[in-house]
T-cell receptor, first 116, second 114 residues
């Protein structure tokens, strides 16, 4: 399968713990996006990478959140000191793109985080 | 900031009925528009997209959407729905940001009864 993959698919953690999620984009895609989706809502943009550079972050991304894409391939999203409000589905998407243009994004299956 | 509004949270139809899901966005500049679908237990998939040209775009599985710039709308249509169309549908807009982040509507759940 050459789609976007995410790991783990489900994560249950206690409040205050740190969690890390991984996303592997489609191999030739240079752009990678993280979104968060809560029940009854559409995905909300969190952050974006072009190759290894993190170029945009949403105000939703508090200081407890950090994302990396060290070699321009896979990406990790870490949440420190989790709170119950962090419970959501975390989606990763990838696309190709040139600056100033938009291309269709391909989404992974998501990581469902539950903070107890 | 741009926003996207989907008119209906939950639509219930019988097979063979016609479908129209509303989507309005607020952004005055150039937009690219998308409809994504999420079938039960599956991830988001692209249904169709509008970048430029003919405002009536056709997607997979018999879906189409019409971009009406003057109304800031991009409604999704299908003449005859099937039970297998039961899913959640999301409208999304790219509006002028440099790197292509999408703004999504809140989604419409479509339930089709056989």
């Amino acid at each position: 399968d050459t789609g976007v993959s995410q790991d783990p698919r489900h994560k249950i953690t206690k409040r205050g713990q740190n969690v890390t999620f991984r996303c592997d984009p489609i191999s030739e895609h240079n752009r990678l996006y993280w979104y968060r989706q809560t029940l009854g809502q559409g995905p909300e943009f969190l952050t974006y990478f072009q190759n290894e550079a993190q170029l945009e972050k949403s105000r939703l991304l508090s200081d407890r959140f950090s994302a990396e894409r060290p070699k321009g391939s896979f990406s990790t999203l870490e949440i420190q000191r989790t709170e119950q409000g962090d419970s959501a589905m975390y989606l990763c998407a990838s696309s190709n793109g040139l600056a100033g243009l938009s291309y269709e994004q391909y989404f992974g299956p998501g990581t469902r985080l539950t903070v107890t | 900031a741009q926003s996207v509004s989907q008119h209906n949270h939950h639509v219930i139809l019988s097979e063979a009925a016609s479908l129209e899901l509303g989507c309005n966005y607020s952004y005055g500049g150039t937009v690219n528009l998308f409809w994504y679908v999420q079938y039960p237990g599956q991830h988001l998939q692209l249904l169709l997209k509008y970048f430029s040209g003919d405002p009536l775009v056709k997607g997979i599985k018999g879906f189409e959407a019409e971009f009406i710039k003057s109304k800031f709308s991009f409604n999704l249509r299908k003449p005859s729905v099937q039970w297998s169309d039961t899913a959640e549908y999301f409208c999304a807009v790219w509006g002028g940001t440099s790197y292509g982040k999408l703004t999504f509507g809140q989604g419409t759940i479509l339930t089709v009864h056989p």
